[in-house]
């Protein structure tokens, strides 16, 4: 799984679990679960809720090219779950 994703994707998906586990908490909170079940009902917001902070962190990239970049990698994970590699509990 982590060998697909470059080292910017895997801090996306921390950033991701983050807006949504501000407490880090086990197990994963269910919104986030929820999300990946219907990502674009939040898209917009998670967007707008995780760049700034990717780009403090990674690199100054528009909010139109993060959302790209982001829905690339929610299509990568649709991709491994379909065809099995990846399992997500809701």
């Not at 982590?2 to 909170?29: M, Q, R």
């Not at 959302?67 to 065809?83: A, P």
């Amino acid at each position: 799984m982590v060998e697909d994703l470059t080292e910017e994707s895997l801090k996306i998906f921390a950033l991701l679990t983050c807006h949504f586990n501000k407490n880090f908490g086990v197990p994963l909170p269910r919104q986030l679960l929820q999300f990946f079940d219907t990502p674009w009902k939040l898209l917009d917001d998670v967007c707008i809720g995780i760049h700034p902070r990717y780009t403090t962190m990674v690199k100054s990239e528009s909010i139109k090219s993060f959302k790209r970049r982001f829905i690339k990698l929610l299509g990568l994970v649709e991709y491994y779950v379909v065809r099995g590699k990846w399992v997500l509990c809701i």
